[in-house]
């Protein structure tokens, strides 16, 4: 297999990285906006290593959090809700209306062309037969990330405007994605502090010893900068 070159601009970048350094989040920010220099508006992500048990149910992360400015990407949400629901739908924004008939296309074709989903409680039996496409992308409403409730508007309104749920992975690790690189450093911060304390809160009781074990601060294509845990 041929090894892909590594570009100037992001050896360049790393040049500015202190690695053996753990940086504080407003010095990680500075850092992050002065070697992020992608043709595009790259994403702001924090990366975590978490002190927990994976193959634990009770030790699962899965906060839901609305981030203060948004987490500059456009949401497409689509609304899985009944006839009497779907002009409230329209109303709120939604990007699709989720009708039964749009459930036997998800079904027939698999084809997922939204970011996230909800639903009213009556359609989640009809929902059930789509979970193994939904499911596997995240995409399956839950009432533990508040995509499944009798409000619409409500539910609809907080996805667009960066309501975001953060899920561990297997290897004891969360990826959360909290910005865009263009916001200015006051609101990656904000939105970044906001997405810690929501993984702080969420620490499992039955957890020991460090609970944030590491973590680092990166854009798109940018690269990556350990951050001081003890600070966060």
């Known amino acids: 297999m041929k090894k892909q070159k590594t570009s100037k601009r992001f050896v360049e970048a790393v040049s500015k990285v202190d690695k053996t350094k753990n940086y504080k989040l407003d010095e990680a920010i500075t850092l992050l906006k002065e070697v992020a220099n992608a043709k595009f508006d790259e994403s702001v992500e924090i990366h975590m290593l978490l002190g927990i048990d994976p193959k634990q149910s009770e030790q699962q992360i899965r906060p839901t959090i609305t981030l203060p400015h948004g987490s500059g990407k456009k949401v497409r949400v689509i609304a899985f809700v009944d006839s009497a629901n779907e002009t409230v739908a329209k109303d709120a924004g939604a990007d699709i209306v989720g009708t039964e008939e749009v459930i036997a296309q998800i079904i027939q074709k698999g084809e997922i062309n939204f970011d996230v989903a909800v639903a009213v ?33 409500k539910m609809i309104k907080e996805q667009k405007a960066g309501k975001v749920s953060f899920k561990n992975d297997n290897t004891s690790n969360i990826h959360m994605t909290v910005a865009k690189i263009s916001f200015d450093e006051t609101k990656i911060m904000e939105n ?7 993984i702080k809160k969420a620490r499992p009781a039955k957890t020991k010893g460090t609970f944030i074990k590491s973590a680092t601060l990166t854009s798109t294509m940018g690269p990556a900068i350990k951050l001081d845990t003890g600070s966060l």
């Open 192 to 198: 970044a502090q906001t997405a810690i304390e929501a």
């Open 121 to 153: 409680p009556t359609m989640m039996a009809k929902l059930a037969k789509a979970a193994r496409i939904l499911g596997p992308r995240g995409l399956m409403p839950n009432p533990k990330t508040d995509t499944v409730g009798t409000n619409v508007e």
